[in-house]
């Protein structure tokens, strides 16, 4: 299980997730545990993100900070940015 914790404030946020990433999910496989940094901080587009697990959430992460940087989500437009990132994520199942 990973916890995330994003606070906000009258002068900023704050981002924090834990450190634990746990690899072997699947019957059969061996288990292994490992600290890993899950805060993600894309320069260029300036979007911060948290991803854990296989690679693919760290895939989808890192389109939508790419899809934003090229055409700025609409926050006002909450239902056609939701829409939009949900797009994102399903190209890559």
Known sequence: MTLQLAMV??????LASDTLEVQGH????????????????????????????????RSVAADIAREHQSTPFDFDDLEGTRLRIAGLAARRW
């Open 9 to 14: 404030a009258s002068d900023g946020w704050l």
């Open 26 to 57: 699947h019957p059969g496989c061996v288990r292994t545990s490992s600290h890993t940094r899950k805060i993600r901080f894309d320069r260029r587009s300036g979007v911060a993100y948290v991803a854990s697990g296989e690679e693919l959430e």
